[in-house]
């Protein structure tokens, strides 16, 4: 069983049931043994890996920076799969994220120039209607269509080494978990206790 052609097929099944979470994920990242997780969406599965737009004056670029070990967590609510991604992040190149950027929504890209001229992600600001204001001051000096993709934009990927499974929509309530480990290019999985 090939994992990632099994998430992909499941996200495309969640996906055709307009499940609100198909095209979420959770990303759990960890610097100096403190760790972190939160929701990214998950823009893109391919054999090579796993792929997020984030913007680098978050705290979690930092991070990244100093640890690129990550792990993800996939649940499908439908197929009653969970997957458990684990592996190293890497920086797409920039033509990937000026390929994307003009496609966000216009709100994202808003936001995404405030935070080089209001306050960097996660930072701390004088409220939300400071915030509100600014992006209506943004939308009067640039209109959409004149945005250039900032360089803060950025996407990563998530390299996966190995992806744990646990399928509970089995007979008897007698789960399915399994570890699969890329190993010269190829999943070979081990069965483990659910
Ligand atoms: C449904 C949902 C989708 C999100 N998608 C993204 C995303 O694609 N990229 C992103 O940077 N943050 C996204 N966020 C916000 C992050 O969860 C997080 O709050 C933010 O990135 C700041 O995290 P940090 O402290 O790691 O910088 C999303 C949040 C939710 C609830």
């Known amino acids: 069983m090939d994992p990632i052609a099994r998430i992909?097929?499941?996200?495309?099944?969640?996906?055709?049931l307009d499940d609100p979470n198909a095209d979420l994920c959770f990303l759990a990242l960890s610097e100096s043994g403190k760790p972190s997780v939160r929701t990214l969406?998950?823009?893109?599965?391919?054999?090579?890996?796993?792929t997020l737009f984030i913007n680098k004056t978050s705290p979690?670029?930092?991070?990244?920076q100093a640890n690129n070990q990550a792990?993800?967590?996939?649940?499908?609510?439908?197929?009653?799969?969970?997957?458990r991604i684990s592996g190293l992040i890497e920086e797409l190149a920039p033509s990937f994220i000026e390929h994307n950027w003009h496609r966000r929504p216009t709100a994202s890209k808003y936001m995404d120039y405030s935070y080089a001229s209001l306050g960097?992600?996660?930072?701390?600001?004088?409220?939300?209607?400071?915030?509100?204001?600014?992006?209506?001051g943004l939308k009067e000096k640039h209109?959409?269509?004149?945005?250039?993709?900032?360089?803060?934009?950025?996407?990563?990927?998530?390299?996966?080494?190995?992806?744990?499974?646990?399928?509970?929509?089995?007979?008897?309530r007698i789960h399915d978990r399994r570890r699969f480990v890329l190993t010269d290019g190829k999943w070979r999985f081990t069965q483990l206790m659910p």
Request: hydrophobic share 40%.
């Open 60 to 64: 979690k670029w930092s991070i990244i």
């Open 41 to 50: 969406v998950l823009r893109d599965i391919t054999a090579d890996g796993f």
């Open 8 to 16: 992909k097929a499941e996200r495309q099944d969640a996906r055709d």
């Open 71 to 83: 792990e993800m967590l996939i649940w499908y609510t439908n197929s009653q799969t969970q997957y």
């Open 143 to 172: 209109r959409e269509e004149e945005l250039v993709t900032p360089e803060s934009a950025a996407g990563i990927v998530l390299r996966p080494e190995v992806i744990e499974m646990l399928d509970l929509n089995m007979p008897h």
């Open 120 to 136: 960097s992600q996660s930072s701390q600001i004088d409220g939300r209607d400071a915030l509100v204001g600014h992006i209506d």
